[in-house]
């Protein structure tokens, strides 16, 4: 089973949606349990709910080597740290957040070391160094075209790798503005200290190696996969409809449950 912890803003919702079309209704986007991590419970539900699941792929898939998975193979996107932080940011102020990027940088905990704590579940920069190297696959935003080649090759299922890139920016002013400003390009530096040392680890050992196993360089060009002109494609349809319409409503419906059993408990052990 492919394991995907999809980082914010490092293409993962391009390759969320590359599993979702190949996999249809047996890839599962572990964001509709609405918990900040998807635990063990969560995954053995999941592989009740999805007919021959071949694919979890989310955000909360935190500290993925915590999970018991049959035959997985773990596989994440990096990306630069300062790139990733500002767009996170620019993203946000299209959702509508109005505060200024210092006040964002020092409160929200998604523009501060993400890559790290997602992998390791914590700031623990070793952790998440294990995790890299315990991955079947790590692919670079900055080298997508080429990580899917890597990836094509290394995979445990043939994919469909053709897609349309998805939450993509109508414009980068927000984010070109950080960019030409010094002071808070260190600043996020400073911030992301655990985070730029992951990723030059990435770069520098754990990338090279996929390139090595498939007879490909970190440098190499390779052709676009990027065909689509849209994305009505019917397997990834029927996924998302099955994702969103389905599983996304049997989990309210089980946290509901969830919830009710955990405040019976309190009032049981309120009242002896």
């Keep these: 089973m492919i394991v995907f912890l999809h980082i914010p803003k490092t293409a993962g919702s391009t390759f969320q949606f590359i599993l979702e079309n190949s996999f249809g209704v047996s890839a599962c986007h572990t ?28 955000h909360n898939l935190i500290d993925p080597l915590s999970l018991y998975v049959p035959n997985p193979f773990y596989l994440t996107f990096l990306r630069e740290p300062v790139a990733r932080v500002f767009s996170h940011y620019q993203d946000s102020v299209r959702s509508g957040n109005r505060r200024t990027f210092e006040e964002e940088l020092s409160r929200c905990g998604q523009l501060e070391n993400l890559q790290v704590k997602l992998t390791s579940g914590g700031k623990n920069l070793d952790k998440a160094k294990r995790f890299l190297e315990r991955c079947d696959f790590v692919g670079l935003t900055e080298k997508f075209e080429l990580s899917l080649q890597i990836f094509e090759r290394l995979g445990p299922y043939p994919l469909n790798l053709s897609y349309k890139r998805r939450r993509v920016a109508p414009d980068n002013r927000i984010r070109e503005s950080l960019e030409a400003d010094g002071r808070l390009v260190e600043m996020t530096r400073e911030y992301n200290r655990l985070d730029i040392e992951l990723y030059e680890f990435a770069v520098a050992e754990v990338f090279p190696k996929f390139c090595a196993q498939t007879g490909l360089g970190p440098l190499d060009k390779v052709p676009s996969h990027e065909r689509y002109t849209n994305k009505l494609k019917w397997k990834y349809l029927l996924g998302n409809f099955y994702n969103m319409l389905f599983y996304r409503q049997i989990c309210k419906v089980r946290n509901n449950i969830q919830s009710e059993e955990l405040g019976g408990g309190s009032q049981t052990n309120s009242m002896q």
């Design 31 to 58: 964001n509709h349990v609405k918990k900040p991590v998807f635990c063990q419970a969560d995954l053995d539900f999941a592989r009740k709910m999805f007919p021959g699941l071949r694919s979890v792929a989310g």
